[in-house]
């Protein structure tokens, strides 16, 4: 028998749901120490390149309406309030500012008039990332592009004036990333970002359980994982929205989870628990693995959908402007 720690990180691929349907539900932990031809993570700064940052500010998140009271955002808002684009007018009663007096109006109607302008809000954007072992595998690397698509949207929303914080976990929280507004701290979130630890086993329900501990004031909650959970990822999900937080999926796998090309007499090593399994990989035994991880896709997928949770499924060869630009654009989640 080789010795599985000799295996090249293309030969250790994805075991779980080879092994029958008692291993389905956590699909395919299988991950290794990756080698120096792998793509490893890298500084996210160095990933999000000048003219993608000048195309995605031009975007905004869309909510469904979860936004805290407040005038600093660029959400539109039922109230009103004093800012620069106007909305209604409404008659002068004595208390009010009487510099927001429309002159005009009162030459054309011989009354004192007030020029409302529609409020602005922010909405609080919670990026809770996977960081365990799992995800730090692939090519390219799972981790790798869960840190630049938290870094993308952390951009998105401190160019509109929406406040962020981040959290990485695995089998736990590890220190959270504090709430702050303005794009000046986008260097503070990617140093963050960069810096997170990569842990053991994912224990999601118990994370998120930790996350809810804490004061959330609502917002808008995204969870960039591989959903390789020891525990309940649904519970976890549950959490957040019985917190009062909107809710969006961002499911990542690697290509070789997704399609295998491994073949032949193979050790398994899962680098999340060191459990070794021998297998003997086939066409059919990958065509029944495929088609388990479709319906794990799908399954999750339907599951997000009657919880009213924004999915969206990745793999780590999409491109950033192909995420935000074209398909988190269709399941409006942001325009």
Known sequence: MADPSRSSPLQIVRRALLLG?????????TAVHASPDDDQIRPTGELLSASFLHRLERLNLLTRGL???GLTGEHRSRRHASSTEFADFRKYVPGDDFRRIDWNAFARLDGLFLKQTEAKEDVTVHLLVDSSQSMNWGVPNKLAFARRLAAALGFL??????????????DRLYDRFPLVRGRAQILRLLSYLDQAPVGGATRMQRAVDEYCNGALGGGIAFVITDLLSEDDWE??????????LEVVVLHVLAPQELQPTVEGDLELLDSETGDVVEIVVGDQARRAYEQRVQDWCASVASFCHRSEVGYL??????????????????????R
């Open 67 to 69: 936004v805290i009271q």
């Open 21 to 29: 349907s008692g291993r389905a539900r956590t699909l395919v932990r």
């Open 157 to 170: 929303a401190l160019a509109r004036f929406d406040a962020v914080t981040a959290v990485c976990f695995a």
């Open 313 to 334: 499924a990745l793999d780590t060869t999409v491109s950033l402007e192909e995420v935000f630009l074209n398909r988190l654009r269709l399941r409006r989640i942001v």
């Open 235 to 244: 519970a976890g999900i549950v959490s957040l929205l019985r917190e009062g």
